[in-house]
């Protein structure tokens, strides 16, 4: 299944209080439960003013309708074709 970063840009979302970042992930994961286990929310990264989240999803088209369904931004939609670590230079 494929793997998407999403960039949201969203001003402020490093000033984002625990409470706010804990109702956005609510609303983020009753969506998710709604459209089936076909699309799976990673992990995210806050930084002062974008969010970047981890899909795995079918395609570009359900990670689009999540983040309209929720309100959410998705500024940027790119596919993961690999990934490097440390390990990748042994």
């Known amino acids: 299944m494929p793997k998407f970063v999403i960039e949201r ?8 209080s625990a409470e706010q970042l804990h109702a956005i992930s609510q609303k983020s994961c009753g969506i998710l439960r709604e459209m089936g286990p076909q699309i799976q929310w990673v992990q995210s990264y806050v930084t002062d003013d974008k ?40």
């Open 51 to 90: 969010i970047y989240c981890i899909y795995i999803a079918p395609d570009e088209e359900a990670v689009r309708k999540h983040a309209e369904q929720g309100g959410f931004p998705a500024n940027r939609v790119s596919q993961i074709r690999s990934a490097i670590d440390p390990t990748t230079a042994e």
């Open 9 to 16: 840009d969203i001003p402020g979302a490093g000033s984002l």
